[in-house]
DNA sequence: ACATTAATCCATAGAATCATTGATAAAGCA
DNA sequence: TGCTTTATCAATGATTCTATGGATTAATGT
């Protein structure tokens, strides 16, 4: 009742708005999409946004004040990753309303994304199955170092450069399901693209790791977690969920 | 592969990160919380939010071009309100992230609201046990005029100003279980605090009335729907679903 | 101690945002 | 047609944000 501390909802929003902030620049998402690939190091982040190094230390600090990232120092290097996977929910929820409600959203969506590929994606409730069954190829199209943070167990890495040359590694015998970065990335849709072209059977997995893993299903580390490389905090594996996490990401330039 | 198009991505993030602007002002995620309680014309929500005129309208039509209300006229006046029940969700989210994250805000919430009532709230599910059972008095905090857009079926609209005086109205039998406008708005533990203090059984309702809505609960409204006032297009009441919604809000100066 | 690498700090110019004021448009009423 | 109510449009300074380049700090190796 008190006027005296009828502005503590102001401080509330202020504080919920400095949040929002942090989200509201292209490039913090761009870098948010990365983090979501797993732990990185500054110049990491800067070659693969383009970014110059100055200007994504400053990006990712104000991401760390907002909270939605935190940093610790690894020898020389300072490695930043999600704070929580309540942030991967949120960035999600965030591109989903903007797919439903702005025009020009769909609009790329469709010029981009959905002239690679029309075809219905893989569920990872699916892909579980299809695993067990060895019926299947996975192959993740992200660049080598996200490949190395963490990827869907069995899958081979082809990025996006080496696909063309490395065709003849992919078996013609079997399915292959191909995945990225999330439902906003276009390499999978590129890599669907081209192997359908030269005659393979592909398809895209809904979203991509960065659900894949938040949904607690089992991720492969090839870095045999000797630097101490952290994860999210996730659940334990259970095939029965196969959780409705609906994400995001795009290519780097 | 081409060049051409990896700006795809950037022009995504542009239209993702637009979107987090709109919702990156104090005064904007006010409007959206008041316009969470129902359509309101502009008027109103100045008058609600203690913020010009002209200011409002400005916010407004930015969060109009974000997707994240729309408007429509009826008569003189232009009546605005959230665009999707997902923008609920999303806020929701956002302040979570924030409450999760940020010290600051935990101890805004620890001083202003805990203090207050530090007893566990009323389920929604428990609610409509006790509903059923005719076992309690459920009072709305809310002003008026958000009481009228829609309330919880048979409650009593008792706003702060009028509490005091109007305390002889409240069964002194039964136990009390008051709601305002979210988790983050003061005005239901305030009422909480002063009814106990008078020798009430007074609590809490988990959330408010936008997230009671969310889930698909039964509501009542005062305008017999004669002026057309449209709702978020929800599902209908399945006793069974008690949804898990979260949201957030905080009271008007 | 010195040099090297990795990241942050600092200063600055250019751009965008915010609140306010006054003017304009749209709908209803006399 | 005037007149009122309601909201948007347009223009203005004050503030804040963004990107860049140079200087500084921290950790490592010689």
Redesign the pocket.
């Known amino acids: 009742m008190s006027i005296g501390e009828s502005n503590a909802g102001f401080l509330l929003f202020a504080q919920f708005a400095s949040v929002a902030?942090a989200m509201?620049?292209a490039?913090?998402l761009l870098l948010l999409q990365l983090l979501a690939q797993g732990e990185r190091?500054?110049?990491?982040l800067?070659t693969a946004s383009g970014?110059?190094?100055?200007?994504?230390?400053?990006?990712?600090?104000?991401l760390n004040r907002a909270g939605l990232v935190t940093?610790r120092?690894r020898?020389?290097?300072?490695?930043?990753r999600l704070s929580d996977a309540l942030v991967l929910t949120l960035v999600e929820t965030l591109c989903k309303v903007a797919e439903r409600r702005l025009g020009q959203v769909r609009a790329i969506l469709q010029d981009h994304f959905r002239n690679l590929d029309d075809l219905k994606p893989v569920s990872r409730r699916e892909l579980i199955q299809r695993l067990k069954r060895q019926d299947v190829v996975v192959i993740d199209v992200r660049p080598l170092e996200e490949f190395l943070a963490g990827h869907l167990p069995g899958a081979m890495n082809l990025p996006p450069g080496q696909l063309e040359q490395r065709l003849s590694e992919i078996p013609r015998d079997r399915e292959i399901v191909a995945y990225c970065r999330g439902p906003y990335c276009v390499m999978s849709y590129e890599a669907v693209h081209v192997l359908r072209r030269r005659g393979f059977k592909a398809l895209r997995l809904e979203d991509g790791y960065p659900e894949w893993q938040a949904a607690g299903l089992p991720v492969e580390s090839s870095s045999p977690n000797g630097d101490g490389t952290r994860r999210l905090p996730v659940g334990r594996y259970r095939p029965e969920v196969v959780a409705k996490a609906t994400s995001f990401t795009s290519r780097a330039p």
Chains 1, 2 share one sequence.
């Open positions: 902030q509201g620049h490039h913090r190091p500054v110049e990491s800067a970014l110059g190094l100055t200007n994504v230390s400053q990006h990712l600090q104000r940093s120092r020898g020389r290097q300072v490695l930043y």
